[in-house]
């Protein structure tokens, strides 16, 4: 039933209908998936399973900070522009090689940055500070202590220090650090598998050759595949069903078997032909969590668990779909992938100046389309109005703007909050 | 040379020294590969390489837009509480197909939201408006004009509209847009293949089991690999390769033949052993268009051309790479995917609040790692300081502050531009 109206009719209060808050509050809780383990080269945008602690410590020699001669401290002390310190110079470090050479008292040996220091020297006289005499001596015009222009073994990282937290989300420079320390391996939570469902009398597969009249090409599929992808999970089972009982008791039966999500869409509106909850009903031991949230649009979506397994309805219309898709079939994905804090620290949100009024009813929160567009940095946010059975105005919209249930409505030049559909 | 020192000596004037704004401009008038046809399941997050007309109407039939009966509009004029039209009622229209039975004058079918309109009728009364006589017969409380309440043929995408224009980087709802018309292939710009290759004699691959001394293991590889995978690019060829000039000859070779861009770090530095520039000079055609960029860090940039192919010198330190790569390598890729004003409109930035005062020397754009902080929705941005060769400070930030060059630090409290190293 993609297009079943979602009208003002009050919802029966057997009804589970819980707010966004509620809704947000019961994925958080679901436990994330088992881990596994990849390679570091493929986790970026994976979720630690575990802390990960330095298995060796870098640097794991001793490196000059700065181009410059390798010396004895001690050997400096007191040296001045008037005053300089005679050094005899035994080499030069090559990049990447010890020291052929030790430092012995009176002597220094040339060093680029990054080079290992040779044994007995304990810092580095910045080249700015020496001069040459002949070509196997220098003047050190200004003193080192020890340690100076050095990173010393483990100054950087130290063995067996933690350095990434479970529960972190791995990014480019996360993948580098890992690298610097030897991880070949790490373990990430699992991702979820994820089937896609379209129910509707009217709905044909998108790649139908010729539209029969009444129907209509389905959108959900696509639009939800790519959203799943993006929040990281993976796209399983895609498919358009009709409103037929047994045919979707079905279908759910063997997408629950083989994926942790069943995205459903459409069917879950709560009205003449509600077959999503007809279905759970045909499965013992499902739990029904939500039966309704108190948003506009989105007020038909439930939420069960089936086991180990969950069950999302969404609205059967697209933008309805796409905004309770982004506030709370993402988190949940990203909670299931272990990403802390799903839903608290949303990460795909901006600031924006809201460019017109955003009228709105009292008693339920209103989840407004906007459309971004960006002046030099300063972000504006553009209401979408229109009704949302349409679908050219899906793709204006860049995300959504709440109001909350006890506002009337938003004046043009507030700073909003756009949650965005999808990453930029 | 991963830890070449980018220390302050002055560049000389031959060299090809560019400001940050120069880079963006030559990145921008880079054309974009050639189109390829991908699925529109595949589509999401490619650019298109053509507008996009609508092959058919949407919907392609009159509906529905509320629940009630379909009508002739004329028979309802003049009706009110106090005189209702009185309407036979004709039948159901089913979801998803066409009516049985035409709408005659003085009849009525009852219509579901979506429902495809019968011949004959011209108008839906809402049934809020409606009095049920009997089985057959109901009452019409409120007149309706033709075409109240019916999304006519074309009303949301007229057959022939533009839809979407070339350049547009498809989004899950765009990508919903192109299933609704009926779209199966779309055509969009390839995606560029990258090659990525360090270069330093103390390096070594980062899977190396024992480390030898003197040697640190490389991770511009990894860093780059993640945030090409990010930008879009395919990453191809990815090498670790002694600062030996017949050696990187032959690995730049391979990788230039195989692949769109070559991003090699270390090797860059306006230094002692500038092996990137001497490679270069051994590709007969190769355009060196810039030979440094006057940021810090970042001063040892390198971008050239070879005929069609890009070549990039990153800077050795990883953490400079970072912030090299995310100012002009991704929008170079961005670019080459066809998104229009890569660079300009930077979708991956944050306004912050800075939390602390950065000192900055004038002479130089200062690009400064941050670390970002959200406290309900309100941003910090953190200066990272410590040695730009520490990896530990790597994953502590989260992007860039830009000092300008005429500038001579930010204060606390300011607010500040992120540019992010990953989207999050």
Redesign the interface.
């Known amino acids: 039933?993609?297009?079943?109206?979602e009208?003002d009719e009050p919802v029966p209060e057997f009804l589970k209908v819980k707010t966004a808050e509620e809704i947000v509050e019961m994925v958080r809780s679901f436990a994330p998936l088992e881990a596994e383990i990849v390679s570091?080269?493929e986790a970026?945008g994976r979720v630690l399973a575990e802390d990960v602690t330095a298995p060796?410590p870098?640097?794991?020699?001793a490196?000059a900070?700065?181009?410059g001669y390798a010396v004895r401290a001690r050997d400096t002390f007191g040296a001045g522009e008037s005053l300089p310190a005679l050094l005899e110079v035994i080499g030069e470090v090559?990049?990447?090689?010890?020291a052929e050479t030790a430092v012995r008292p009176g002597t220094a040996a040339a060093i680029?940055?990054?080079?290992?220091l040779p044994d007995g020297a304990d810092a580095v006289v910045m080249v700015e500070y020496t001069q040459p005499l002949d070509a196997h001596a220098i003047e050190v015009t200004r003193p080192v202590a020890p340690g100076d222009n050095v990173?010393q073994v483990g100054?950087?990282?130290a063995l067996g220090e933690k350095?990434?937290e479970r529960g972190r989300k791995l990014?480019?420079?996360?993948?580098?650090?890992?690298?610097?320390?030897?991880m070949?391996e790490v373990r990430v939570f699992r991702r979820p598998r994820v089937a896609i469902i379209s129910t509707?009398?009217?709905?044909v597969p998108?790649?139908?050759r010729d539209?029969p009249?009444?129907?209509?090409?389905?959108?959900?599929t696509?639009?939800?595949?790519?959203?799943v992808?993006?929040a990281g999970g993976r796209v399983g089972t895609i498919q358009v069903v009709?409103?037929d009982l047994d045919e979707l008791e079905a279908v759910c039966r063997e997408a629950l078997a083989a994926h942790d999500v069943v995205v459903l869409s459409g069917g879950s509106s709560v009205g003449?032909r509600d077959f999503t909850i007809q279905v759970l009903e045909r499965f013992p031991g499902s739990e029904l969590l939500a039966h309704g949230v108190a948003i506009r649009p989105g007020k038909p979506t439930i939420l069960a668990r089936l086991g180990e397994k969950i069950l999302w309805g969404l609205p059967g219309q697209?933008a309805s779909a796409?905004i309770v898709f982004t506030a709370f079939v993402r988190p949940c994905l990203l909670r299931l992938q272990g990403v802390e804090n799903a839903g608290n620290?949303e990460?795909?949100?901006r600031?924006a100046e809201l460019a017109r009024n955003i009228p709105s009813v009292h008693g339920r929160a209103d989840y407004v389309r906007v459309s971004l567009s960006?002046d030099k940095?300063r972000l504006t946010a553009d209401p979408v109005f229109g009704?949302s059975?349409?679908?050219?105005t899906?793709?204006k919209?860049d995300g959504y703007v709440i109001v909350p249930e006890h506002v009337e409505g938003l004046e043009a030049g507030t700073l909003v909050?756009v949650h965005l559909?999808?990453?930029?």
């Open positions: 039933m993609q297009l079943l109206s009208g570091v080269q970026s060796e870098v640097p794991h020699f490196r900070t700065m181009d090559a990049m990447g090689r010890p680029p940055t990054g080079g290992m990173l100054d950087d990282v350095v990434l990014r480019p420079q996360d993948v580098g650090l890992l690298a610097a320390i030897g070949e509707g009398d009217e709905i998108p790649e139908t539209l009249p009444g129907k209509i090409r389905d959108i959900n696509y639009v939800v595949a790519s959203q992808r993006e009709a409103d003449i697209p796409m620290l990460t795909n949100v600031q960006n940095g009704k059975a349409m679908i050219s899906l793709s919209a909050t559909f999808s990453s930029p």
